[in-house]
């Protein structure tokens, strides 16, 4: 990560580590660390990325989270992929594998999600606002930096599940992991330019819902969580017909 100049205010531990999130995570996802591969140690990734012990392990929570990653005590971290074991709510990434697939994916989400966010305008703390603010921050520093900011996006409705107060939410949305994320899947083929717009849209929809939620308007974090998904939805579907359903 490159160092902060003198006049910059120094960047809260919770952004460093989404940040650190973020870089990860797109090693995991373009097979430099594969399912099964012990992650490097603590010490590695402090030197590598210039973060503190604190800031390291806080990366490895969310990873966790994420279902990215599972920590054995006294053994380690490893990679587990997109996706952890064992939940009933387990959705492998094999089945996620079309356009067609995405856009179920996308409907599924809108039923939990645009409930979570309502829930979460009338349940959040002043700390869940922190977080999701965090998530959005870092999200537009990938996007600027020339990533597709999967983690980031991830962790902003990971957040929102997480401030409804039901557990129920958190555990479906965490369980489900990245396979949430539709440009996990999809996009190839597109412009930078094209694809830095439609990411700013994106954070653009996201300001939208976080604006709700943190002015603890129910009706309006539904109504944009829900604008938000149908927008996602609605491209895949015209991409699944231009693709004539295939991958």
């Known amino acids: 990560m490159p160092a902060s100049s003198a006049s910059a205010p120094p960047r809260r531990p919770r952004t460093l580590a989404l940040e650190l999130v973020d870089a990860i995570g797109e090693r995991i996802h373009d097979g430099r660390l594969s399912p099964g591969d012990k992650m490097p140690t603590e010490a590695a990734v402090m030197q590598e990325f210039g973060v503190s012990r604190t800031v390291v392990r806080e990366a490895i929570s969310k990873l966790q989270a994420a279902g990215l990653v599972d920590t054995r005590h006294g053994v380690g971290s490893f990679v587990v992929g997109a996706l952890g074991g064992g939940s009933a709510f387990h959705l492998a990434p094999q089945k996620v594998a079309t356009?067609?697939?995405?856009?179920a994916v996308l409907e599924l989400r809108i039923g939990i999600e645009t409930e979570a966010a309502g829930l979460a305008a009338q349940r959040r703390s002043t700390r869940d606002i922190g977080v999701l603010r965090d998530a959005l921050?870092?999200?537009?520093?990938?996007?600027?930096a020339g990533?597709?900011?999967?983690?980031a996006d991830f962790e902003f409705h990971l957040g929102i599940a997480r401030a409804t107060r039901n557990p129920h939410f958190a555990h479906?949305?965490?369980t489900l992991g990245q396979t949430l994320i539709p440009r996990a899947r999809a996009g190839a083929g597109v412009s930078k330019p094209e694809r830095r717009a439609y990411l700013a849209k994106v954070n653009a929809e996201h300001e939208s819902i976080l604006g709700a939620i943190a002015a603890g308007d129910a009706d309006?974090?539904?109504?944009a969580m829900r604008t938000h998904l149908a927008n996602s939805r609605e491209r895949r579907r015209k991409e699944a017909a231009a693709?004539?359903?295939g991958h």
Do not use: M, N, Q
Not at 137 to 144: I, P, Q, T, Y
Not at 220 to 223: D, I, T
């Open 99 to 103: 356009l067609r697939d995405v856009v």
């Open 220 to 223: 309006g974090a539904r109504a």
């Open 147 to 151: 990533r597709e900011a999967i983690d």
């Open 243 to 245: 693709a004539g359903g």
């Open 137 to 144: 921050d870092a999200f537009e520093r990938s996007v600027r």
């Open 172 to 174: 479906i949305i965490g």
